[in-house]
């Protein structure tokens, strides 16, 4: 338990000391967001902010375990992960700098790539100490042998892919993810995982230093190098305690803004062209209907604590 909070407090610090030098140095490299006009024109004020500041707190984080883990051969898979897709959100990031229009990768490409770094990951943590272990709620532990290898790729992409679609307001995926990060890390906490443990610390830590910066008015974005490393952590952290099952619930709002997507698409596609919300995703909707950003934000993250505390409690149960 000591190391774990060495980890979050000494994360937080550097990412305190480090934020301001770091903003300066992607401004003076102009890696400044491009903002989408389409439905966007509100949050033309934020065009140029900085972005991919997700290096700052997934650099932080990795450092900060590489130093207080007990056992780093554990991790393998959970640092792949995040290296694999944050380095991938950074690329998108670029993409998205260059183009005027402010649109990074093709989905096809996203999809392909993401999947293939989901199915390598899944393979890592098969071979790893737990295997296929997955506990079922009310249930027991099951082993789901290699059947586990196609459900972690699911768990993993549904995770990276709801991570990058709520990164949206400021601070909103910053806060919403870190409360669910929080709450696995408590679960590992409890089940003995102090690896696991120490490394979703670390990464808290972090990213409440990040949030310092990030929240409205946003002195810098995470940009996918953030949303999709978060995602990345989350998911394997899920995984890793295996508790996989209680992602639906512990991570509710990124579930919801998921959801709200492909409600909107299909609902597009079904009626030939007519709109279930006014915008996708949610929190977006909730802009267009009068609801302040700082209002959203604040309600995601109450939301996010109460989805975090049902999740606890379902282990108890």
């Given at each position: 338990?000591t190391?774990?909070?060495v980890?979050?407090?000494?994360a937080?610090?550097?990412?305190?000391?480090?934020g301001p030098?770091?903003?300066?140095?992607?401004?003076?490299?102009?890696?400044?967001?491009?903002?989408r006009?389409?439905?966007?024109?509100?949050?033309?004020a934020?065009?140029?902010?900085?972005?991919?500041?997700?290096m700052?707190?997934?650099?932080?984080?990795?450092?900060?375990?590489?130093?207080?883990?007990?056992?780093?051969?554990?991790?393998?898979?959970?640092f792949?992960?995040?290296?694999?897709y944050?380095?991938?959100?950074?690329?998108?990031?670029?993409?998205?700098?260059?183009?005027?229009?402010?649109?990074?990768?093709?989905?096809r490409?996203q999809?392909?790539?993401?999947?293939?770094?989901?199915?390598?990951?899944?393979?890592?943590?098969?071979?790893?100490?737990?295997?296929?272990?997955l506990r079922?709620?009310?249930?027991?532990?099951t082993d789901?042998?290699?059947?586990?290898?196609?459900?972690a790729m699911?768990?993993?992409?549904?995770?990276?892919?709801?991570?990058?679609?709520?990164?949206g307001?400021?601070?909103?995926?910053?806060?919403?993810?870190?409360?669910?990060?929080?709450?696995?890390?408590?679960?590992?906490?409890?089940?003995?995982?102090?690896?696991?443990?120490v490394?979703?610390?670390?990464?808290?830590?972090?990213?409440?230093?990040?949030?310092?910066?990030?929240?409205?008015?946003?002195?810098?974005?995470?940009?996918?190098?953030?949303s999709?490393?978060?995602?990345?952590a989350?998911?394997?952290?899920?995984?890793?305690?295996?508790?996989?099952?209680?992602?639906p619930?512990?991570?509710?709002?990124?579930?919801?803004?998921?959801?709200?997507?492909?409600?909107?698409?299909?609902?597009?596609?079904?009626?030939?062209?007519?709109?279930?919300?006014?915008?996708?995703?949610?929190?977006?909707?909730l802009?267009?209907?009068?609801?302040?950003?700082t209002?959203?934000?604040?309600?995601f993250?109450?939301?996010?604590?109460?989805?975090?505390?049902?999740?606890?409690?379902?282990?108890?149960?």
């Open positions: 338990m190391s774990a909070f980890a979050l407090l000494v937080f610090a550097l990412g305190i000391v480090t030098p770091f903003i300066r140095l992607l401004i003076r490299f102009r890696l400044g967001k491009q903002i006009l389409e439905g966007q024109e509100h949050h033309l934020k065009q140029g902010t900085p972005t991919m500041g997700g700052l707190f997934v650099s932080i984080a990795a450092v900060v375990t590489l130093i207080l883990a007990p056992d780093l051969a554990s991790l393998v898979p959970y792949l992960a995040i290296g694999l944050a380095l991938f959100g950074a690329l998108d990031d670029v993409a998205n700098i260059r183009s005027h229009e402010g649109i990074g990768f093709k989905i490409a999809l392909l790539w993401q999947l293939i770094f989901a199915a390598v990951v899944a393979l890592l943590l098969y071979l790893g100490p737990s295997g296929g272990a079922i709620p009310f249930v027991g532990a789901l042998r290699l059947a586990f290898v196609p459900f699911l768990v993993i992409y549904a995770t990276t892919s709801a991570a990058n679609v709520i990164d307001l400021d601070g909103l995926a910053g806060g919403t993810i870190g409360i669910a990060i929080a709450t696995f890390g408590v679960l590992a906490l409890g089940r003995g995982q102090v690896v696991l443990a490394a979703a610390a670390a990464l808290v830590g972090s990213l409440l230093a990040f949030l310092w910066f990030n929240v409205h008015p946003a002195r810098v974005f995470m940009g996918g190098t953030g999709l490393g978060l995602g990345a989350l998911a394997v952290l899920a995984l890793g305690t295996g508790d996989a099952l209680l992602l619930v512990v991570a509710a709002p990124l579930v919801l803004v998921l959801v709200s997507v492909m409600l909107q698409v299909g609902y597009f596609r079904l009626t030939g062209g007519r709109r279930l919300f006014r915008r996708a995703p949610l929190h977006h909707h802009e267009l209907i009068g609801w302040p950003e209002q959203i934000v604040g309600r993250w109450i939301a996010a604590t109460v989805a975090g505390a049902c999740g606890l409690l379902l282990v108890r149960l």
